[in-house]
């Protein structure tokens, strides 16, 4: 309980006294603890290569022992090799856990020492998600090693994603995670002055944020021909990654632009290499597939498929051959930039696709920054966004059972606060959420043209 005031609280704390505290904080061992000291070790030790499959196969027996799901279906099965698994083992996907949600609850874990959180709901209807209050260790050591590629080793660093400053206030710190906090939806050249001058006086080297935000604020110092010599890297990730943003960031400005995939069921996490723009998949995560549409794991290079994932780390809430609607293109075995035996992957394409929102003047936020991690996905069924011009935004909800009128005031709330006042939000109820004539679901459908 301590613990979870602190970080709570920390940060409404003056800057000038977190600025003080950030720079005492230079150990993240005396931080996170013994736990995650030991994990990223074993996560140094492990870097060349690391065989998963005994981690996989305990993994998915245990899960068939005891999770309510696996048992029902697959009995007594004991899964003793990698072909068994793929020849036995089925799918499974979001619309299937949210279903049968409480089947794939462990019964001998108390969940009210768990986190709760959500997907965000991309395509529809949100899942719900638990997992254990220490799994922050592995997630947090796995990160770290992940930019540590992009020359990142517990620095100070900006962070310009879906935080929402007060009036006022310009950044905060969290002397804890060595963050300097911005507003993620300010992105105007006004308020990318004020982050520009920030983080050159306090001399931040990594910039954590979305890639369209990367890019937006590139184009800002690019046009002001500001000095960059300082910014090491953007680390990026929650977004689809285009031509364009890497070769202003990387080609034009010469900043490191590092991304990583990840996802809120985590399951799965792939970093850039630190030679290449390919992704190396963590083995110690999970255990990652990639399935062409019929199914079959892919293993030649150049082919592309759905990524499927296999939980190591979470024993509350169990995830075996999940397929996340998320796709990539198999790029080998082995690195030759770096050495590593891992899967490499390209184009990978998620769910988020970073798309813009306009504000009457023609500023903009991006669904990736409306979405919603809170109890208000328990009562909506699906959500979708409509734009037909600037400054005009509606929002299409399915409700959910237990849906009220305070659900809609804040949800109200929500919306109208991440955008500037001049934006005209209408709320409209609907059986079924709009699709392209593809038959795909997209969050954002606008006929506004990007600037």
């Avoid at 998600?129 to 930019?147: D, G, Q």
């Avoid at 995830?319 to 790029?331: C, H, L, M, N």
């Avoid at 035996?341 to 936020?365: K, P």
Wanted: charged letters at 25%; glycine letters at 8%; proline letters at 3%.
């Amino acid at each position: 309980m301590l613990r979870e005031f602190i970080l709570n609280t920390i940060t409404r704390l003056p800057n000038c006294f977190n600025r003080r505290l950030i720079c005492l904080n230079g150990n993240p061992d005396l931080v996170y603890g013994p736990a995650y000291s030991r994990y990223r070790l074993f996560l140094k030790q492990t870097e060349p290569y690391f065989n998963n499959e005994r981690q996989l196969l305990g993994a998915v027996n245990r899960a068939i022992r005891r999770i309510p799901y696996y048992r029902d279906i697959y009995g007594d099965l004991q899964v003793s090799s990698i072909q068994e698994f793929e020849s036995t083992i089925q799918f499974i996907d979001k619309d299937l856990v949210t279903k049968h949600f409480d089947s794939f609850l462990n019964p001998d874990i108390d969940l009210r020492k768990c986190d709760w959180g959500t997907t965000g709901g991309t395509s529809g209807k949100p899942l719900r998600l638990v997992a254990p209050k220490s799994r922050y260790i592995t997630e947090l050591a796995t990160m770290h090693a992940v930019w540590g590629r992009a020359g990142y080793d517990y620095h100070p660093r900006a962070v310009i994603r879906n935080h929402r400053l007060g009036k006022g206030v310009s950044y905060r710190i969290n002397p804890i995670t060595r963050e300097l906090i911005f507003d993620g939806f300010r992105l105007e050249d006004s308020y990318f002055e004020t982050i520009y001058r920030t983080i050159k006086d306090h001399n931040i080297h990594f910039i954590h944020c979305y890639p369209s935000t990367a890019y937006e604020f590139s184009r800002y110092l690019h046009r002001r021909n500001l000095d960059v010599s300082f910014i090491h890297a953007f680390l990026c990730g929650s977004e689809n990654v285009f031509d364009y943003q890497v070769d202003l960031i990387r080609h034009t400005l010469g900043i490191l632009f590092h991304h990583w995939y990840g996802h809120s069921e985590k399951l799965i996490l792939a970093g850039y290499c630190r030679h290449t723009s390919e992704y190396h998949v963590e083995p110690t995560y999970g255990y990652f597939e990639l399935i062409d549409e019929h199914g079959r794991v892919i293993r030649e290079t150049g082919r592309a498929g759905e990524m499927v994932g296999t939980g190591f780390h979470n024993n509350a809430q169990v995830f075996i051959r999940y397929k996340t609607g998320d796709y990539a293109e198999y790029a080998g075995g082995l690195c030759p930039a770096c050495g590593r035996r891992v899967t490499l992957l390209r184009n990978i394409q998620g769910r988020w696709s970073g798309s813009r929102i306009f504000n009457a003047d023609g500023t903009f936020i991006t669904t990736t920054a409306l979405n919603l991690h809170s109890g208000l996905n328990a009562f909506i069924e699906g959500l979708q966004f409509i734009q037909e011009r600037k400054g005009e935004l509606r929002i299409l909800i399915i409700r959910s059972h237990g849906y009220r009128k305070d659900h809609e005031k804040a949800l109200h709330r929500h919306f109208r606060e991440k955008f500037k006042k001049d934006m005209n939000i209408r709320i409209e109820y609907v059986n079924r959420l709009q699709r392209l004539s593809n038959g795909k679901f997209v969050q954002l459908i606008t006929h506004v043209k990007d600037q």
